[in-house]
DNA sequence: CCTAATCATTAGCGAAATCTTATGGATAGC
DNA sequence: GCTATCCATAAGATTTCGCTAATGATTAGG
């Protein structure tokens, strides 16, 4: 049922703020440290659970390493939402003519 | 931004398996409890978070208290996802046009 | 009524997550 | 070479989270 870890990843504001930082393209660690509260190693870490979920990418350049979103962790949190959200209408519909047929609270 | 509470819902394993339970219809708590490993007190605090997200509906019913999927709740999910992998998307087109046209790394 | 059933809520605990500080490795630039 | 920069990692402190146990409120049923 796809990859779940992409979910717990995005389960975290932090995170999230740093995706979306990254959603125009290539931000190093500096940057994102700059821009956010918290230090340095704190983003590292972040980036280390982004990349293990499949959400970023890294790029080494000299001495600095370029993050950029990976859209395949981003394609498993669709998989997950659409497939759910496909199931939850189909019951929905399926109840509604169920429920026509037969009315009964 | 949308809500993000809800993201936050999701980003939890034994939520995300209440949500999949109920993906086909109303549960009581009591249905939850028989099936999940945790206690009932468990149960409903997680249905108090994924009620606040506006994941979930309740509709009370002599004591006990049917829950079911509620869409809103989904559709800031697949909004704020879908958002995000469009914007990715289109940084992405617009960065690989202009380095095609000013070609260096 | 009296009891059982159903669920929410509170309090408290252990574990996990998040953060900071400190340190080390690698590269850039002089 | 020497130093500064950039980042990862380790270690530790702190906060947050998820859970259980206990209790109370509400309703159903004899």
Redesign the pocket.
């Known amino acids: 049922m796809a990859n779940e870890t992409a979910l717990?990843a995005i389960?975290?504001?932090?995170?999230r703020t740093m995706l979306t930082i990254l959603h125009d393209g290539e931000h190093?660690?500096?940057?994102l440290?700059d821009v956010l509260?918290?230090?340095?190693?704190?983003?590292?870490?972040?980036?280390?659970?982004l990349r293990e979920a499949g959400l970023v990418n890294?790029r080494?350049?000299?001495?600095?390493?370029?993050?950029s979103v990976d859209l395949g962790g981003l394609a498993d949190v669709r998989a997950w939402v659409d497939g759910f959200w496909d199931d939850v209408l189909a019951a929905y519909v399926s109840h509604a003519n169920q429920t026509a047929s037969n009315p009964e609270s």
Chains 1, 2 share one sequence.
């Open positions: 717990d389960g975290n504001a932090t995170r190093t660690v500096g940057q440290t509260p918290v230090t340095q190693s704190a983003i590292s870490q972040h980036m280390r659970v890294v080494e350049v000299g001495r600095r390493r370029l993050y």
